[in-house]
């Protein structure tokens, strides 16, 4: 398998590719370093390019402005914002935790989720959010979700969800490991009664969520070059003492193993998406 | 002398405490054990087939640690792959398709961390462990006899009843995992044992865990007598529930505490 199949000419997103990618300096403009080709990228030109690289690099990207680029324009109806953290086990820090990464992220909780249209259909849609706690999953993110596909339910609509997420959070104990249970037993209901469940994994997605409602979708996407697996990395290398090749857990290693349907780079998902939902009839059985 | 959860922790990885294996063949008449997932292989970390519950087939499945240092390495130190999950879902369906009622047996320290498990999908197979066991329209019930070590014990827990032994001990993480995580010093984790809440009783307060089994007289005939006896009464009342899946979902569904603001 090629060390890195984003790099594949399809998902290339600029003429002249990789090496001949020309780099506008503007002087004095801030600018990102891509950890795959090194290079430092005005932040403007990387915006006009939802966060990817000329190289084809996918940077991390804001739930909200996620939401923006995938769903039609002003059609997005946020849902249960008012459901937010505690500190049950009054886990030590925790709450000064969740005070910083609140002011870090700009959000109340690690997934938003509501209503939006994408290419004229109404769908049901879940964004977490890597900057608030890298995507932990705690009883107001597993109480969020599985409220959604109950939404979903009741109103007979689809559910899109993008995923990001470091895996269960560890402050919140059994009750974050619960949450698992909890949204797995939604997406079956959402599941019986019919309608369709689209997926997008992005990086990193980990732990308790890949080994719940990430792997439990009908159609399971992921973003290039994305982390996607169950265990960390690191942990693995201790267990086994032995070193991981590069690409293991990436999006083209879970792909090539059978455990995603396929890789969609982050401009082409909103027409993708919305091609999915027209398929399913809106996201139904006919 | 006072027990701190972390002493709970060493309590349930004691390599005396009986293990699934000595709950079956204690419990339950003629178990005949079945193997493999029909996908990859036959993982020996998880144990699962038929016997007779007081007169009625049940199947029962089992994460096995082994006792001997042999039998530990042959059963991977009860650390399951994909395929274990993968048995046990099998024999799962088949107890809903035969309408046996089924428990599961849980020690585990977690789904084990390595590179085939994660190229035959670990998150996959729990995940639809999940999903499926929510709608299983068999009663299920899940005994936590030693670790439950995060979503590899969870895998076969999602249950109409969960029972805990009084020195089992069940968590999101390894105590000594979140040390190293959050302070960086895995000799933390007699803190983060307190902090995680791991213990029965804690569970039981959280709605995790509905009965804690007493444990004084581990591994002797009246122990696993009374574990026969509340198995078969607590199996027949299942079993007389119309409302069982209803109330398995509900059961998960209020887990969690979360801060509800008022919209204005
Ligand atoms: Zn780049």
Redesign the interface.
């Known amino acids: 398998m090629p060390l890195l199949n984003f790099l594949k000419p399809e998902n290339l997103l600029e003429e002249g590719g990789r090496s001949a990618a020309p780099i506008q300096s503007d002087a004095g403009e801030p600018e990102k370093n891509c950890p795959n080709c090194h290079k430092d990228i005005p932040l403007s030109r990387l915006w006009a390019n939802q966060l990817v690289c000329p190289c084809g690099y996918h940077f991390r990207m804001k739930a909200r402005h996620r939401i923006s680029t995938v769903t039609d324009k002003n059609s997005y109806c946020e849902l249960f914002s008012n459901i937010k953290s505690c500190n049950p086990l009054d886990f030590p820090g925790y709450e000064d935790k969740l005070d910083t990464v609140k002011t870090a992220s700009e959000e109340e909780e690690a997934v938003i989720c509501g209503t939006a249209m994408i290419g004229k259909q109404k769908c049901c849609i879940f964004v977490m959010e890597s900057y608030f706690m890298m995507g932990s999953m705690g009883s107001a993110v597993g109480e969020k979700i599985t409220s959604l596909f109950e939404y979903a339910i009741k109103h007979r609509l689809p559910v899109i969800g993008f995923t990001v997420s470091g895996g269960a959070r560890m402050q919140e104990g059994l009750l974050s490991l619960m949450q698992m249970a909890k949204t797995s037993a939604a997406v079956k209901r959402h599941s019986d009664v019919g309608l369709l469940y689209v997926a997008v994994l992005t990086d990193p997605t980990t732990g308790g969520v890949t080994a719940s409602f990430a792997m439990e979708a009908d159609i399971i996407l992921a973003e290039p070059g994305a982390t996607v697996g169950f265990a960390g990395k690191r942990v693995i290398e201790q267990t086994t003492r032995q070193t991981l090749p590069k690409e293991f857990q990436s999006a083209e290693f879970v792909l090539e193993h059978g455990f995603i349907d396929k890789i969609v780079v982050r401009k082409e998902q909103k027409k993708f998406l919305a091609e999915l939902l027209k398929m399913h009839n809106g996201g139904q059985k006919l | 002398m006072s027990q701190i959860p972390y002493d709970r922790v060493k309590l349930a990885r004691d390599s005396k405490r009986p293990t699934g294996q000595d709950y079956i063949k204690n419990i339950f008449k003629n178990f005949i054990e079945f193997h493999g997932d029909r996908r990859y292989a036959d993982d020996k970390a998880i144990m699962g087939g038929i016997a007779w519950l007081d007169g009625s087939p049940v199947t029962v499945i089992a994460i096995e640690k082994g006792h001997t240092s042999n039998e530990r390495v042959e059963r991977n130190f009860g650390a399951p792959h994909p395929e274990g999950y993968r048995k046990a879902l099998r024999l799962m369906k088949q107890a809903e398709k035969f309408g046996r009622p089924i428990i599961c047996f849980i020690d585990t320290s977690g789904?084990?961390?390595?590179?085939g498990?994660?190229?035959?999908?670990?998150?996959?197979a729990?995940?639809?462990n999940?999903?499926?066991m929510?709608?299983l329209c068999v009663p299920v019930l899940s005994i936590l006899i030693g670790e439950g070590g995060?979503?590899g014990a969870?895998?076969l827990?999602?249950a109409d009843r969960v029972w805990m032994l009084k020195n089992a001990v069940?968590?999101?993480?390894s105590p000594e995992?979140?040390a190293s995580?959050?302070w960086k010093d895995s000799s933390k984790a007699d803190?983060a044992a307190e902090?995680?809440?791991?213990t029965a009783e804690?569970?039981k307060s959280?709605g995790?865990v509905d009965r804690i089994l007493a444990e004084d007289d581990i591994g002797k005939k009246e122990y696993f007598e009374r574990i026969h006896s509340l198995l078969i009464d607590e199996v027949n009342s299942l079993s007389k529930d119309p409302e069982l899946l209803q109330k398995?979902?509900d059961r998960?569904?209020r887990?969690?505490?979360?801060?509800?603001?008022?919209?204005i």
């Open positions: 789904a084990y961390c390595g590179i498990a994660e190229e035959r999908g670990q998150g996959q729990i995940a639809e999940l999903m499926e929510s709608t995060s979503g969870l895998a827990a999602v069940y968590s999101v993480i995992g979140c995580i959050l803190v902090s995680l809440k791991l804690d569970a959280l995790v398995r979902y998960f569904r887990i969690g505490m979360v801060k509800v603001e008022q919209i």
